[in-house]
């Protein structure tokens, strides 16, 4: 689904303003029937990530830190069962997955007097359960469930099963790709290019979120120019929409699309 | 050497614009009658000829010093201002003239046609024609003098008629400036200056605009003092009113036979002028004898006559046309056209107009332009860019950066350099400048130069990136592939090329066009030395590899001539092209060190050779170019040598090597007479001659080169070979290849069309044709291995055989050998290192420690395998070699060439393959386990032939139409079901049963439909499920009842009616049946999630037991399985009547399985025994 800038801009302006839970989402829903809810979704959890990004330093001084902790002890204390990590970070306008990180840090540090382990934090994250504590373990299931966790599914997956259903020359998946020694690599090489609307593609990138301006531009940067440089033109696939602003590359040799493209020519058999 | 900006002809086209510009101010003639007060200066007159000349060079001379300017002129910067004011000390004018006089004579005030600021509305001086003015004297003949306007001529007698200023012209060699009028020109240099600063402003000021491009050369004669008004008016050109017949037909057979013997620098530039004459407007009043004082001067009066009215000029050209009509005719379509068409020809040699009118006709010359490309990126090529290319993951990993950033670059400045005030060195120099830190840190400069050699071939091969200046009409066909979007596009771009680069003259000093200028200005914003020097070895060796290519076959068989002939072509035309950029970029490196803004000093001079002479050059382009001829393949090599040494410094062509260069360059200049002959064909031959007789007039080029007499006459060795067709003989060049390389050819045209137009304001501009041609790559170049006798054999095989067969045979082994490598890797090491991975694995479990010592154990076991792969390479070219040399080479070739062919063939392909296999397969065997090893490392956890076995599964069920929901989407709404169950939740906020029940159905379908299931979503389903599973047990998901009860409660099970069962059930099954993943069901017994057991006041054991006889019967988890996780469950810190249950719960559980009574009833049974459990809590 295309957005213009504008439509984009007015549900950004609202996201802005609310926690990133699933009684926002409804309320989302509720603001902006027309969208489809996949590119609200996504929308909301890149919004979401953009205020994380934004705000992180500031919660994270070791006063900030020492002063969540023993709220969060305060309130689990008082009543073990109610939702304390999600309270206490909306009163502090915090990002609710980050809050339970710091708490989380914070309590393994009480207990293990040793600072933990990146990767033992994230797997803790990753699956509650393995958090030595019941009731911060709930707590921070709780966050996480609640949290507007957008999955984004298996992107290239897809792709591949659309492509292999066209008519494209698929060249190698990326893995195969790396093991060839390319130091950049699109989800997919067309070994024999096609057209899509007129432009010539050489590549084709799955990308299973919604295309904002901030992500298309870090996406440019890092990856799809990157592409372009050594492989030529090619095409970017948001599953989740895109501003319809950002297609500006077009003559350049970067097509975007919000799903499989249908129009395909080939080479030999030439549809047009 | 056209006289255009002479005075010495009144009909000198430039009076033009100098007539054009001086309406602005009074009448053309106020200008110009103070001037007879000038000096018959007698004694300087030879060397008066050259000053006018060095004047000319000397602006082309200051061109050539702001090469690196924007060639747009958009930046006339500080440079180009100064090499403004140095010009000023040449004395240009009469030494008499004052200050607030025009004069003629100066070329910048007065361009010749087609400089710039006649035909744009802006003074740019990088646009001025290096005009040759005629010089003063003509001994017999004023066009010979014309032509040579240096020191060739011998009579100080030659007069001119309207040689008023001329003798004011002091002598001065280009070097030699100490000027024969001495200081006291001084200050009319001074004033002169100004003056020519207020014109320059006036020129590009508004009232400037008025000039048009299509002006036409109009000879006001400059004697015919003031005739502003009529001035506009065309005079008839009348074969009657010509005077002096005999004397200028003598002149047109003696100028006509310089052309031919090419004793002229640059036979084009005649050529120019001599059409300038033809198109040269007159007005009624020259025909009156208007005298000016000059004329009394002149000595010989009769001579002052011969071109004193257009009649007579026109005359004479169309003379000298019917001479070089073999010339004539092989110039390009549009051109003879308007030949054909020229009345004047017409009506003076009817004749001629006819031989004219037929060439026209049967002229299949058409140019046309190509298409510019767009920036395209060079391709990543693992075999030259990936890792193991370099020396170390560092610099790999900062090349790639490079890489893009180069790119980005790239893109910058397309989008941006032709905005105003965009600077090249201001924008992107601080980038490039970093980015060659970057390549420094890490030695990368080898591989970024060739990135760059070849992002240069790609973007600028084509003749736009030199500028191609003229064309037709714009093709309807054009306009319809482009399609209306980009018509705009086109049109932008038709402008670029009408408007800027159009008008560079008949002889544009060499300059960066189009996508060059990124290049040069990327050389000169980078200013790394390393980068340098690897550009330049990089260069190098692409030329001696497109130099010596082998462009053309043998010998044609009648059938198949044309194609091949049109391939050779095309593929000539390539090589020559990329040639000449390459070469032209060379040439900008290697000189670009001694670069200087001016002309040095004759101590200077000499210093600087003698330092000089000792260095080698980089690139021995003397023994290219003797080979060259020797082979008979001048007309690839010579091109390229003169874009390289068009570039050269003012001090390089006095140097003992390239001036021997130079020397030979004239000498076949000299001996290239025209004609079609089987030496070389005659267009072959023109190309040779227009660009020669362009490098003789590039600035740097010191002008008496072309007259040293001493010319040491080298023996030029030519190959009488007969055997092989020479590059030479073979008619490579056409039209298009000719205007390719010369676009100033097209200035011929332009003056012609203008005279047709008459104003440049009706003719609207030369519109361009533009035809897109596709590019094409060079043709992989045939490696040749030198070997001994079975080479010699080999070779004498292929002797009497067309030479396509060996190329095929080389080109098979290459391909054979290649690819055979490549089937090794992918087969015989695969297998081996999935072998390895297996030992790996098998032994990393045992021991930790010690992965390299494991590792090259592993490696070692495989190396004797590795052996097998020269057997398999063998075999492998064994059987695909005589197959692709059969499919290949013709089918009537003999089974015995054909034999011996696939023999060659094979045994090549064998010896390369086999050479890199036996040295390389154990580097190869250990990197590929190397990286094997490190991803099992990294992946901990699934071990790889679990996946394999996961594999089998995942079919898709017959006939499914791959309609279901994306595992996305189920993920989602669990997700929201956990979400609301886990809570906070909303007042009434519940989940509907028939709706649950219905996710848990398309949840199914989900997971059987395996279209689009990967394991991260599957493994993510899977612990959602089991999540959901946990809070159904708990009785933590708030379930509404639909109107209708579920029909499952028919079941005994559910005794309560409970919903939650049937969903269970269904869960259950769905772990089972569908998922192809195994389902974590242990996180069930999770701290966590037991806990919300222990939230719950009322707690519902019976959920949580018949979820314990579900796993077991569903196969998901053993019963002693069950048995630890409750033990281990006990052991934690519960509130004590938990704890209690859960005992009772683990003790009821186990007593169920270990009764050996028949389990017709467990759940029921255990309903029971924990119904006094809750009633107890």
């Excluded at chain 2, 362009?694 to 030519?718: A, I, N």
């Excluded at chain 2, 073979?730 to 390389?741: A, G, I, K, R, S």
Aim: proline share 6%; net charge neutral; charged share 25%.
């Amino acid at each position: 689904m295309k957005l213009s800038k504008a439509q984009y801009d007015e549900i950004a302006q609202f996201l802005g303003q609310v926690q990133p839970t699933r009684q926002s989402l409804r309320k989302l829903k509720e603001k902006f029937p027309s969208q489809s809810q996949s590119t609200l979704l996504s929308i909301f959890s890149q919004e979401y990530q953009k205020q994380v990004k934004r705000t992180h330093a500031k919660y994270h001084t070791a006063e900030a830190v020492e002063t969540y902790y023993q709220r969060y002890l305060n309130g689990v204390m008082k009543n073990a069962a109610a939702p304390v990590l999600l309270e206490l970070a909306n009163e502090v306008d915090f990002a609710p997955s980050l809050m339970a990180r710091i708490v989380l840090e914070r309590f393994l540090q009480e207990q293990g007097q040793a600072i933990p382990s990146k990767t033992l934090i994230n797997s803790m994250l990753r699956d509650p359960s393995q958090i030595p504590d019941g009731v911060l373990a709930n707590q921070v299931y709780q966050v996480l469930i609640t949290v507007v966790f957008f999955f984004c599914g298996n992107a290239v997956i897809c792709l591949n099963s659309f492509i292999n259903n066209s008519s494209c020359s698929l060249r190698i998946a990326e893995d195969q790709l790396r093991a060839k020694g390319y130091d950049k690599t699109p989800d997919f090489i067309l070994e024999v290019p096609v057209a899509v609307e007129g432009h010539i593609i050489h590549w084709i990138e799955s990308k299973a979120s919604f295309g904002d301006e901030s992500s298309h531009q870090a996406y440019l940067q890092d990856q799809f120019w990157s592409y372009w440089n050594r492989f030529g033109p090619g095409l970017v696939i948001y599953w989740y929409g895109f501003i319809e602003e950002l297609d500006c590359h077009r003559e350049r040799g970067i097509l975007l699309k919000d799903c499989f493209p249908t129009d395909i020519v080939t080479l030999r058999h030439s549809r047009a | 050497m056209v006289s255009t900006s002479s005075p010495s002809f009144g009909y000198s086209p430039v009076l033009n614009h100098s007539e054009k510009r001086s309406l602005q101010k009074a009448s053309l003639g106020s200008f110009l009658t103070p001037m007879p007060e000038a000096p018959p200066v007698r004694r300087g007159r030879r060397k008066g000829n050259s000053s006018v000349s060095a004047s000319g060079r000397q602006v082309a001379r200051d061109l050539g010093r702001s090469l690196a300017e924007d060639e747009d002129g958009k930046s006339e910067n500080m440079s180009w201002s100064v090499g403004r004011r140095k010009r000023s000390e040449v004395p240009l004018v009469s030494a008499r003239s004052s200050p607030s006089q025009l004069n003629l004579n100066n070329l910048e005030e007065f361009p010749p046609m087609g400089a710039a600021s006649g035909w744009t509305n802006k003074s740019k001086p990088s646009r001025r024609i290096n005009p040759t003015p005629v010089s003063a004297e003509r001994p017999l003949s004023k066009p010979k003098m014309c032509f040579t306007s240096t020191p060739v001529s011998q009579s100080p007698a030659a007069r001119f008629p309207s040689g008023t200023s001329l003798e004011a012209f002091t002598a001065i060699q280009e070097g030699n400036l100490t000027s024969v009028v001495g200081s006291s020109l001084q200050e009319e240099r001074e004033m002169l200056k100004k003056e020519r600063c207020k014109l320059l402003h006036q020129a590009s000021s508004p009232a400037g605009l008025s000039l048009d491009p299509g002006t036409p050369t109009k000879p006001s004669c400059a004697r015919s003092a003031s005739l502003p008004a009529e001035s506009h008016l065309v005079t008839c050109a009348n074969p009657a009113k010509v005077s002096c017949k005999k004397q200028l037909e003598c002149l047109a057979q003696l100028y006509s036979s310089c052309i031919a013997e090419n004793l002229v620098p640059n036979i084009f530039l005649e050529l120019f002028f001599v059409l300038q004459l033809l198109t040269s407007k007159g007005t009624s009043a020259e025909d009156g004898e208007s005298n000016l004082e000059v004329d009394e001067r002149s000595e010989d009066a009769s001579r002052k006559q011969h071109f004193r009215n257009v009649h007579n000029c026109v005359y004479f050209a169309v003379q000298v046309l019917d001479y070089q009509y073999e010339i004539i005719s092989h110039l390009e379509k549009g051109t003879l056209k308007l030949l054909a068409e020229n009345e004047r020809i017409a009506s003076f040699s009817p004749a001629l107009h006819e031989r004219l009118r037929q060439a026209y006709e049967s002229s299949t010359a058409k140019v046309s332009l190509l298409l510019p490309c767009s920036v395209q990126s060079v391709s990543f090529q693992p075999e030259t860019d990936n890792r193991s290319n370099f020396p170390s993951d560092r610099a790999f990993h900062i090349f790639k950066k490079q890489r893009d950033i180069f790119y980005e670059l790239l893109r910058e400045w397309e989008d941006n350099h032709e905005k105003t005030g965009w600077d090249f060195e201001r924008v992107l120099g601080n980038k490039i400048r970093a980015m060659m830190a970057h390549l420094s840190a890490t030695c990368n400069h080898s591989h970024f130069a060739r990135l760059f050699q070849k992002q240069l071939i790609q973007m600028c091969k084509g003749p736009i990136g030199g500028g191609t200046s003229w064309g037709d009409t714009p093709d309807q066909d054009v306009l319809n592939m482009l399609g209306s979007d980009n018509l705009s596009r086109l049109k932008r771009l038709q402008e670029r090329f009408v408007v800027p680069q159009s008008i560079r003259g008949p002889c544009p000093p060499p300059s960066f066009t189009g996508c060059q200028q990124f290049f040069r200005d990327f050389i000169l914003s980078a200013g790394s030395y390393q980068f340098n020097q690897h550009l330049v070895d990089s260069l190098c060796l692409k030329i001696l590899e497109l130099d010596g290519l082998t462009l053309i076959e043998h010998e044609h068989s009648d059938g198949e001539a044309d194609m091949d002939e049109q391939d050779e072509k095309k593929h000539f035309t390539v090589v020559l092209l990329s040639l000449r950029l390459l070469a032209k970029f060379l040439g900008f490196l290697v000189f670009l060190p001694y670069r200087t803004m001016e002309q040095p000093t004759r101590d200077l001079l000499e210093s600087a050779v003698v330092l000089r002479n000792r260095t080698q050059p980089v690139l021995d382009v003397l023994k290219l170019l003797r080979q060259s001829i020797r082979d008979r393949r001048a007309i690839l090599t010579i091109p390229w040598i003169v874009e390289f040494l068009s570039l050269v410094d003012h001090i390089a062509p006095f140097l003992d090597y390239y001036r021997k260069v130079f020397c030979l360059l004239l000498q076949v200049y000299r001996l290239m007479v025209l004609s079609e002959d089987k030496e070389m064909s005659f267009l072959n031959k023109l190309l040779i001659l227009a660009i020669l007789g362009w490098l003789f007039q590039v600035p740097s080029v010191p002008e008496e080169l072309f007259f040293t007499t001493d010319v040491r006459k080298e023996r030029l060795m030519m190959d009488t070979v007969t055997s092989t067709r020479a590059l030479d003989s073979v008619p490579l060049v056409d039209q298009q290849l000719l205007y390719t390389c010369c676009p100033y050819l097209g200035e011929l045209r332009k003056l012609l069309a203008s005279f047709v137009a008459g104003s440049g304001a009706k003719n609207g501009g030369f519109v361009r044709k533009i035809t897109p041609t596709a590019a094409e790559s060079l043709a992989p170049k045939p490696s040749v291995t030198q070997r001994k006798l079975q080479a010699e054999l080999e070779q004498a095989f292929f002797h009497n055989q067309p030479p396509s067969l060996r190329r095929t045979v080389e080109f098979v082994a290459e391909r054979v050998g290649s690819n055979c490598v490549k089937h090794i890797k992918a087969t015989l090491v695969a297998e081996l290192v999935q072998r390895a991975e297996v030992m790996l694995q098998d032994k990393v479990k045992e021991e930790d420690a010690h992965h390299d010592k494991l590792l090259e154990e592993v490696c070692t076991h495989l190396y004797e395998e590795g052996a097998q792969a020269l057997i398999r390479g063998r075999e492998f070219c064994r059987k695909k070699g005589p197959e692709a040399v059969r499919v290949l080479l013709p089918e009537e070739t003999s089974a015995a060439v054909l034999n011996s062919a696939e023999d060659i063939a094979v045994e090549l392909a064998t010896e390369k393959a086999c050479g890199w296999l036996s040295a390389n397969i154990a580097a190869l065997i250990k990197r590929e386990v190397k990286a094997t090893f490190n991803r099992m490392l990294k992946m901990p956890g699934l071990p790889l032939p679990s996946e394999d076995a996961l594999e089998l599964r995942r079919d898709c069920p017959p006939g499914c139409q791959h309609h279901a929901p994306f595992p996305s989407q189920i993920i989602n709404e669990i997700k929201d079901v956990l979400c609301i169950a886990v809570g906070p939740r909303d007042e009434g906020e519940v989940i509907d049963y028939v709706w649950l029940e219905c996710l848990l159905g398309r949840l199914s379908q989900t997971l059987r439909c395996r279209k689009f299931m990967c394991p991260t979503s599957e493994q993510q389903l899977a612990k959602c499920t089991v999540e959901l599973a946990s809070l159904l047990v708990s009785d933590h998901v708030p379930l509404r009842l639909g109107l209708k009860p579920p029909e499952k409660s028919s079941e005994r099970l559910q005794v309560k009616n409970n919903p939650t069962y049937g969903l269970l059930k269904l869960l259950l099954c769905v772990w089972k049946e569908d998922f192809g993943t195994p389902v974590p069901v242990q996180l069930m017994f999770s701290r966590k999630n037991v806990a919300y057991a222990a939230e719950v006041k009322q707690r519902e054991w019976d959920l949580f037991l018949f979820m314990l006889h579900g796993l077991v019967e569903h196969d998901l988890m053993g019963i002693s399985e069950i048995e630890s996780c409750l033990h281990s469950l006990e052991e934690l810190p519960w509130p004590s009547d938990f704890l209690k249950d859960l005992e009772m719960l683990s003790r009821v559980f186990i007593s169920e399985y270990h009764l050996e009574e028949p389990r017709t009833n467990p759940c029921e049974l255990a309903r029971q025994s924990l119904g006094t459990v809750t009633a107890q809590s």
